[in-house]
């Protein structure tokens, strides 16, 4: 027998729990590729998975962990040899296949993607989900037109881990962002990363007015709910916003006032199955457009056995920035 470490998440009759042990790699699922996995890293949903606040995980045991950067170790898929540098985000991993917080994985090979060129696998996973899904959000606005021309751009949820991806990125793009956050505290943070000014997310949060003062002509929002609401409401004429998250909840208490009268549009973006091609791209932008410097700064690492410990913290919104799992 074949054992690796891995964090598990079992179902029984008291509902969810989590360990920490051996797994026998012959209970992976099916794959074609199979991945010595070095890093990891903490998302939103990996905490909603370790701790069961929200039914992310569809399939019991389940080896949470939604990305991961390794090496391929076998491949029945010509694409991959084994040596070969990998990506993986979505796809379900983590929720209904096995998932990153292992030694490793096996998945199918049209799932990965080779690490993008002049990028580490602990600056990918840097990166990981959030920071991906910060910059489809990016790709979103640009695809719409909307330029640092037309006015500021917000972010929310900015100190976390896709708004603080977002921030770097919009301000690199040449935005004036606006960084909307509950953390005084990491105003400075924010400033480093990128932000022109800092919003009290307090503003934004409560239940608002279907439309109010245009403030900014783009948005990448994290919250959701009333938050969203708010930032529509507050979208210049011909704005748009991309919409990726639900911190805040699931809920958007808006009107269609800000779309039939202003022209704003809400971009919806969904990580987990975004095509490939699509996908490279995403990934050859941030290797070319994110600054390592503040990568750096958003980052900090953790070991595999210390992850368990996070998941709390990361649903409390006590999380700065992102967070690597080194596993190897
Ligand atoms: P983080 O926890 O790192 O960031 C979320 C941030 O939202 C927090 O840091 C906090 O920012 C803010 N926040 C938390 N709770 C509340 C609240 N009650 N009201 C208002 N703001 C709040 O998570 P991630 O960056 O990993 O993910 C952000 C969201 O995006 C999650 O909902 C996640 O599920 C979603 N997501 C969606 C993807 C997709 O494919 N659509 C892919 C990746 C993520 P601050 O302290 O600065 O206010």
Request: hydrophobic share 45%.
């Amino acid at each position: 027998m074949t054992t690796f470490k891995a964090w598990v998440v079992e179902k029984g009759e008291g509902g969810q729990s989590l360990a920490f042990r051996d797994f026998d790699e012959a209970d992976l699922m099916p794959g074609n590729v199979t991945v010595r996995v070095s890093h990891s890293t903490l998302n939103y949903k990996d905490g909603l998975a370790m701790t069961g606040k929200s039914p992310v995980v569809r399939r019991f045991p389940m080896i949470p962990g939604i990305d991961f950067a390794g090496t391929v170790e076998t491949s029945e898929d010509p694409a991959y040899k084994p040596g070969d540098p990998v990506v993986l985000t979505g796809w379900g991993v983590g929720e209904t296949h096995l998932g990153a917080y292992a030694e490793k994985a096996r998945v199918r090979g049209d799932w990965l993607v080779p690490l993008p060129e002049g990028l580490s696998p602990a600056e990918a996973m840097a990166i990981g989900t959030a920071g991906y899904t910060a910059m489809l959000c990016l790709m979103a606005l640009d695809a719409h037109g909307v330029t640092p021309k037309d006015g500021p751009a917000i972010v929310t949820g900015a100190s976390g881990g896709v708004g603080s991806v977002a921030v770097a990125l919009l301000a690199r793009a040449g935005w004036h962002v606006l960084a909307s956050t509950g953390r005084e505290d990491e105003a400075e943070y924010l400033r480093g990363l990128g932000a022109a000014e800092i919003v009290d997310r307090n503003e934004l949060s409560a239940p608002g007015k279907p439309l109010a003062k245009e403030r900014w002509a783009a948005g990448i929002d994290a919250v959701g709910s009333s938050t969203l609401a708010n930032v529509l409401a507050q979208t210049k004429s011909d704005g748009a916003v991309a919409a990726c998250g639900l911190a805040q909840g699931m809920d958007l208490p808006t009107t269609v006032a800000p779309f039939i009268l202003r022209g704003v549009s809400l971009l919806g973006i969904n990580s987990v199955t975004t095509p490939q091609p699509k996908r490279r791209a995403a990934w050859a932008r941030l290797a070319r457009e994110l600054d390592r410097e503040k990568l750096a700064a958003m980052t900090r690492t953790v070991s595999l056995p210390e992850i368990g410990g996070l998941a709390e913290e990361i649903l409390a919104g006590r999380v700065r920035g992102r967070t690597v799992v080194e596993i190897a």
